[in-house]
T-cell receptor, first 113, second 113 residues
């Protein structure tokens, strides 16, 4: 009964490949997020979606394309992977206007060879 | 760029000691969150501080918020080894569905026997 689940947990691939990460939440939240955590553990928001609508896009390269088929799912597709994309990507969810905290998934560790 | 600054970034302390982690932020936000992250794990919500003067306590941790000083503190009382982790503060920015968390760089806490 995991609240926010991401797949895969680990992703190892070569430069130039295209990959996707999936996220699902069963908390009934209406807003979902993607964060990137770099090797120094700095955590930065990439995107947020509210009821399938893109709300925040934090100057992320066009190679990153989020997709939200419904409010319980938010996927992240990355084209032409680069070495600098190596990081841990976290999905999170919350209710709109959150006086409640965001709930985070376990993360996807992406390693680019 | 508006920042959230934590200090110290690294904290090594002995069991039984007290210490405070500071979080300074640069906007007029009145909402501040504290999260804990164990190595290789997800982020766990610790505290949600929603107004000036808010104080919350859970076990050996106590968090407070001073919106006039734009400062939040996380106080550790009589530290135990199990508290070893990275602690993040995050400032709430924006409103309605267009809100995001801006994280500090994290404080890596190591509690030694």
């Amino acid at each position: 009964d995991t609240a926010v689940s991401q797949t895969p947990k680990y992703l190892v691939t070569q430069m130039g490949n295209d990959k996707s990460i999936k996220c699902e939440q069963n908390l009934g939240h209406d807003t979902m997020y993607w964060y990137k955590q770099d090797s120094k553990k700095f955590l930065k928001i990439m995107f947020s979606y509210n009821n399938k609508e893109l709300i925040i896009n934090e100057t992320v390269p066009n190679r990153f394309s989020p997709k939200s088929p419904d409010k319980a799912h938010l996927n992240l597709h990355i084209n032409s992977l680069e070495l600098g994309d190596s990081a841990v990507y976290f999905c999170a969810s919350s209710h709109q206007g959150a006086d409640q905290p965001q709930h985070f998934g376990d993360g996807t560790r992406l390693s680019i060879l | 760029e508006l920042k959230v600054e934590q200090n110290p970034l690294f904290l090594s302390m002995q069991e039984g000691k007290n210490y405070t982690i500071y979080c300074n932020y640069s906007t007029t936000s009145d909402r501040l969150y504290w999260y804990r992250q164990d190595p290789g794990k997800s982020l766990e919500s610790l505290f949600v501080l929603l107004s000036n003067g808010a104080v919350k306590q859970e076990g050996r941790l106590m968090a407070s918020l001073d919106t006039k000083a734009r400062l939040s503190t996380l106080h550790i009382t009589a530290a135990v080894h199990d508290l070893s982790a990275t602690y993040f503060c995050a400032e709430h920015r924006g409103g309605g569905s267009n809100y995001k968390l801006t994280f500090g760089k994290g404080t890596l806490l190591t509690v030694n026997p």
